[in-house]
């Protein structure tokens, strides 16, 4: 290395050093924790997927693993994905318990005393939404079979075989065997 080359990286340590120092640039806002919940963020293709899982499994755990305040773009505005999932479980389980959850997004669509307003006796909501139709590739569906522990090719299998016979899919999706391995996937809570 030439003395050039030292000078130069010299000086670009030093004015690191003083730009982090000043407060101006730091890691924190280059990798943001989600510990605190504190910083929306667009949803993940994993977390997107959870959405429409849970909803395909009828039940709410998935829900959980959805960073709080991950965001999903649509017509409605941005929205908490992890809101609107248990807000639809709320409603169809009629379960406001689930309510307490619910953060506000952008708007007042997802508030607590919204969901609760959802919830009419006896009449659930209908929700269309299939894992299998969701808009991310069938490699990231083989992915999350693969994070719960089912290898590559039973995972691709099971993935295409909705295509054959869907009865088949959702008995696997709705299986004691695929429930007790959800605790695997990652969660984004933290």
């Known amino acids: 290395m030439n003395k050039n080359s030292i000078i130069v990286i010299t000086v670009l340590i030093i004015a690191g050093g003083l730009f982090f120092a000043q407060g101006k640039f730091?890691?924190?806002?280059?990798?943001?924790?989600?510990?605190t919940g504190s910083?929306?963020?667009q949803l993940n293709k994993f977390e997107e997927?959870?959405?429409?899982?849970?909803?395909?499994m009828e039940s709410p755990e998935l829900c959980y693993k959805i960073f709080p305040k991950a965001y999903s773009p649509s017509i409605d505005g941005d929205l908490y994905r992890r809101s609107d999932c248990l807000q639809i479980f709320a409603s169809d389980q009629q379960r406001p318990d689930l309510c307490k959850e619910v953060a506000q997004g952008i708007g007042e669509?997802?508030?607590?005393?919204?969901?609760?307003?959802?919830?009419?006796p006896g009449s659930p909501t209908q929700h269309l939404t299939t894992w299998v139709a969701a808009p991310y590739p069938t490699t990231t569906r083989i992915q999350i079979l693969v994070e719960m522990?089912?290898?590559?090719?039973?995972?691709?299998?099971?993935?295409?075989?909705?295509?054959?016979?869907?009865?088949?899919?959702?008995?696997?999706?709705?299986?004691?065997d695929f429930a007790q391995r959800i605790n695997k996937l990652p969660t984004f809570t933290e």
Not at 26 to 35: Q, V
């Open 39 to 41: 910083t929306p963020r």
């Open 149 to 176: 522990g089912y290898d590559e090719k039973f995972a691709t299998e099971k993935v295409n075989s909705y295509y054959k016979n869907t009865n088949e899919f959702f008995d696997f999706v709705r299986s004691k």
């Open 26 to 35: 730091s890691l924190k806002n280059l990798f943001p924790t989600s510990k």
């Open 49 to 56: 997927e959870y959405y429409s899982l849970a909803v395909e």
């Open 109 to 120: 669509r997802y508030t607590e005393e919204n969901c609760r307003k959802k919830i009419i």
